[in-house]
């Protein structure tokens, strides 16, 4: 079984011609709202010190979710018939327990921006602000509880970034375990990045050690990811030969080992030393947030140069 690595695959095998970019923008912006998602969660039980970042994620994860949402809908070839994903009941479609995930997440971030008093509320219409009043009563009560389900829910949105692309075998650089586990740990900290540009000072001291740790786990995790491709079949070594030596080499090393992994690392340890700013420091989350991006739209345009 050979890999055929050209740029014509389009031509060649127009039956594997399925995604562009809204989709690897979808899987950044999916990745970020499951890191903002478990993050919230986990947070959840630290609230007396990290009220203001939990305020935050739960502000920002429904407009980058719908924006997700969007991109995927854009994508779609029947964009109309989209609902029927909702009224078919297919338990051996990811894009079928997908689209749940996708809707539990949405009602449950909406649910979570309820329990905080956000300013624009009192700007909004009398019904819907009173409606918003009405679930935020009956959801702060139970706050432990949303915590609780905001980690499982937001790993689940970030374990199918992963699965969307593993479940087609005919692409050898995405038939592998190890892509969903990666595109998580991408998205916890994606968010956690996109959380420490956001907040005070204070808790962005408090996250930092969380956010160099998941920076750690994620090169080990693309290592795992590069090496058990290199010790697969001749179709896996060639599509791993694309990043490591190939035409998106440069790219890959670049920006998402060096400027997405190794330099925001670098600067958060310069930061606990003391020996840049505090200001200085915030380049880091953006060249996390930049490097997950570019993960994303390198990973689905390799593997779509690459056939078994």
């Given amino acids: 079984m050979e890999v055929d690595v050209v740029g014509g695959n389009a031509e060649v095998f127009p039956e ?3 995604w562009g970019w809204p989709i690897a923008a979808y899987l950044f912006f999916g990745g970020v709202v499951a890191g903002l998602l478990v993050f919230a969660g986990a947070l959840g039980f630290r609230r007396d010190r990290f009220r203001n970042a939990i305020a935050t994620a739960d502000l920002w994860v429904i407009p980058i979710l719908v924006v997700g949402l969007l991109l995927l809908w854009v994508d779609l070839g029947n964009r109309w018939n989209a609902w029927r994903l909702y009224t078919a009941f297919r338990p051996t479609s990811a ?6 995930i996708l809707l539990i997440a949405l009602a449950l ?6 329990t905080h008093d956000y300013g624009f509320f009192d700007r909004l219409p009398d019904r819907i602000r009173e409606a918003i009043q009405w679930v935020g009563e009956r959801a702060r009560p139970r706050l432990r509880f949303l915590d609780l389900i905001s980690i ?11 699965v969307l692309l593993s479940t087609i075998e005919a692409r ?3 038939d592998s375990a190890l892509l969903a586990p990666l595109f998580l740990l991408s998205g916890l900290a994606s968010g956690g990045a996109l959380l420490c540009l956001l907040i005070t000072p204070a808790e962005h001291r408090r996250l930092a050690p969380v956010s160099m740790s998941l920076c750690g786990v994620e090169a080990a995790l693309i290592t795992a990811y590069l090496v058990a491709l290199s010790r697969g079949s001749a179709a896996s070594r060639s599509a791993a030969d694309l990043l490591m030596s190939g035409g998106f080499a440069v790219p890959f090393w670049a920006a998402v080992v060096a400027l997405g ?3 925001p690392l670098g600067i958060e340890i310069a930061e606990r030393t003391e020996v840049i700013s505090e200001t200085a420091a915030k380049t880091a989350p953006v060249l996390k947030l930049s490097g997950a991006a570019a993960l994303r739209f390198i990973v689905l345009f390799a593997g779509l140069q690459t056939v078994l």
């Fill in 109 to 114: 971030s909406f649910v979570r921006l309820t």
């Fill in 16 to 18: 594997l011609e399925v």
């Fill in 172 to 174: 050898p650089l995405w």
């Fill in 95 to 100: 894009m079928w327990w997908g689209s749940w």
């Fill in 261 to 263: 992994l190794l330099v």
């Fill in 152 to 162: 499982p829910v937001g790993a689940a949105v970030g374990l199918y970034t992963g």
